[in-house]
């Protein structure tokens, strides 16, 4: 089949490979988002999937939006048969995605119809899951909620960050994505409804919604910073300013401490909650490059009256 496969990050980009190596399918061109200014210089760069483009002599296409008149004529110049899609970042409408014969088919990183939504991968973890996976269906103009064509799953490990499971998932799915395509190019492949049942949201995560509550048990403070990691970082606060907690672990033999309270130890720092301690392992104070936690208490000189959190 001709495709025009559309994404923007560097986890978008092993599907894209896979595309491209599949020998089955034309990948004609790419859809992206435009550049976007990154670095202290905020210079424009292009996003990962446009640079891997290019290293492949693949037409770029970063219309600001996709309804864009031009790019609309682009898509039905080339005349993809179907569109894949894997964290593209913005609302396709109507008009775009009755174009291709076969519409436009995403990528997502759950077991749909769970954690529907911008975040799944986050939502999943923080949710405590045990286990996980990628769906490929047919993008309809609701939320995730399309015809699903098929699904690989993945277990998520007691310490994966959002990071770490993210990336197993992209590679995991780019497989998923590309034998979707053979199974609608060869007819061997039908989507199916989603079940009506089941159905979680995963909204965007913001930096609000990284903020370490000490007060709720020592799991989910860890499920919260593994969540939150690497983007967009959990957080707690310590002598009013921000703390970035980059690395923790319950320790469910301590029961002593208060939600917020520190104990600081030769080479450990343990934080009270709302059940056991939590060892802090890194941390990054504002300004600071991420360093062990140890390290920040011996440094800060913590006393026997000072809390993280608010």
């Known amino acids: 089949m001709k495709l025009v496969f559309a994404g923007t990050p560097e986890v978008a980009v092993p599907a894209l490979d896979a595309l491209i190596a599949s020998g089955r399918h034309e990948v004609a061109a790419v859809v992206t988002r435009p550049d976007a200014p990154a670095g202290r210089g905020r210079r424009l760069v292009a996003s990962p999937v446009a640079e891997r483009a290019v290293e492949a002599g693949i037409e770029v296409l970063k219309p600001g939006k996709p309804r864009n008149p031009e790019f609309l004529e682009r898509l039905r110049e080339i005349a993809p048969?179907?569109?894949?899609?894997?964290a593209y970042g913005a609302l396709l409408p109507r008009v775009a995605l009755d174009i291709p014969a076969h519409g436009w088919v995403n990528l997502?990183?759950?077991l749909l119809p769970a954690w529907r939504g911008a975040a799944p991968v986050q939502h999943s973890i923080m949710a405590g899951d045990e286990i996980t996976g990628a769906s490929t269906f047919l993008i309809e103009e609701g939320l995730d909620s399309g015809p699903v064509y098929g699904t690989v799953t993945e277990e998520i490990r007691p310490t994966d960050t959002s990071g770490d499971l993210l990336t197993r998932l992209a590679f995991a799915g780019s497989g998923l994505l590309a034998a979707t395509m053979d199974g609608i190019e060869d007819g061997t492949l039908k989507a199916v409804?989603?079940?009506?049942d089941g159905i979680t949201l995963a909204p965007k995560i913001n930096v609000e919604d990284a903020e370490v509550d000490w007060a709720a048990p020592a799991l989910r403070v860890d499920r919260v910073v593994r969540?939150?990691?690497?983007?967009?970082g959990a957080w707690t606060t310590f002598r009013d300013e921000r703390l970035k907690l980059i690395q923790v672990t319950p320790v469910p033999e301590r029961t002593d401490l208060a939600p917020g309270q520190l104990a600081v130890g030769k080479n450990?720092?343990?934080v009270g909650s709302g059940s056991y301690a939590v060892e802090l392992l890194w941390v990054?104070?504002?300004?600071?490059?991420?360093?062990?936690?140890?390290?920040?208490a011996r440094g800060v000189r913590i006393t026997d009256e000072e809390r993280l959190g608010r």
């Open 81 to 86: 048969d179907c569109c894949p899609v894997v």
């Open 108 to 110: 997502h990183f759950s």
């Open 193 to 196: 409804p989603q079940p009506s």
């Open 227 to 232: 969540g939150c990691t690497p983007a967009p």
């Open 268 to 270: 450990s720092v343990h």
């Open 284 to 296: 990054q104070a504002q300004g600071k490059k991420p360093m062990r936690a140890a390290d920040w």
